[in-house]
């Protein structure tokens, strides 16, 4: 059988990409771990607004049982590089960019693979923290229940990527990172279930978080790994959850090939 060989040192080279950012990750862990403590201690607060808002009562347990795993994985998934390619399009650096014989979206997606790896280690030992203090309030509710999760997990990166894809975007009109983050960051933690259960939410405002794809980034996965969705909500939630992934994925590729036209560089 014949070898593509410029497609085999395309997969290379984005191996490449993996390693390399993994490698970095390890040479500049510190400022991963500053990152993990100051965003506990905002989630810290969250947790002890909880636990004065909720009655006591069996119900706080698995409540805070999802916080902890909503915030472990969003430790995991962050994907934050709108300040990376912000600097490269202030610098002008990001014309070596796309010039590289590689796709620029997949180039990115290696990148974001490394950081939710690296990042993935630190919150498994967060919710071992968590489990020391929450017991079995943090165990999957079944077996299918955990393959599930993982599943919608997998798919929560795919969604989480491309939103920050498209978002990313905007710098390439705006040659500004900070509004494009500030919006989506705003629209992430407001929509995504990272501070309380979707299902909590009532009225317009749970109805317009349950027709945005944010939710799928955080409480999709934790609501089917703790048994807060079952049966049929299971299925519909990870078709949802596939569709957007595939649908953010489509729309993120087309506007990219149009707006990269209309790049104008700053500095060089």
Request: aromatic residues 18%; hydrophobic residues 55%; positive net charge.
């Amino acid at each position: 059988m014949a070898v593509d060989r410029s497609r085999a040192g395309s997969w290379r080279a984005y191996g490449s990409v993996f390693t390399h950012s993994f490698s970095a990750l390890l040479a500049y862990s510190a400022s991963v771990w500053v990152n993990l403590l100051a965003m506990a201690a905002g989630f810290a607060f969250t947790f002890m607004v909880w636990h004065y808002a909720l009655p006591a009562g069996p119900a706080q347990a698995p409540f805070f049982a999802y916080l902890a795993l909503a915030f472990a994985a969003n430790f995991s998934l962050g994907v934050a590089f709108e300040r990376y390619v912000g600097e490269r399009i202030r610098e002008g650096l990001i014309a070596t960019d796309l010039l590289k014989p590689v796709d620029y979206s997949w180039f990115f997606f290696c990148q974001a693979s490394s950081d939710m790896v690296f990042q993935g280690f630190f919150g498994l030992a967060v919710l071992g923290v968590s489990f020391a203090f929450l017991g079995p309030a943090l165990l999957p509710a079944s077996g299918a229940a955990l393959g599930l999760g993982v599943l919608s997990f997998a798919l929560a990166f795919v969604v989480q990527f491309h939103l920050g894809f498209l978002f990313m975007q905007m710098i390439f009109a705006t040659h500004s990172n900070y509004g494009p983050f500030t919006l989506r960051m705003f629209m992430h933690l407001t929509f995504s279930g990272m501070f309380a259960p979707i299902d909590f939410y009532g009225g317009w405002f749970g109805a317009l978080a349950g027709w945005l794809p944010f939710r799928h980034v955080i409480y999709t996965p934790c609501a089917i790994y703790l048994g807060r969705l079952q049966g049929a909500q299971v299925g519909q939630a990870l078709l949802s959850q596939l569709v957007w992934a595939l649908v953010l994925m489509a729309v993120s590729r087309f506007s990219f090939d149009v707006i990269r036209r209309h790049l104008t560089i700053q500095g060089g």
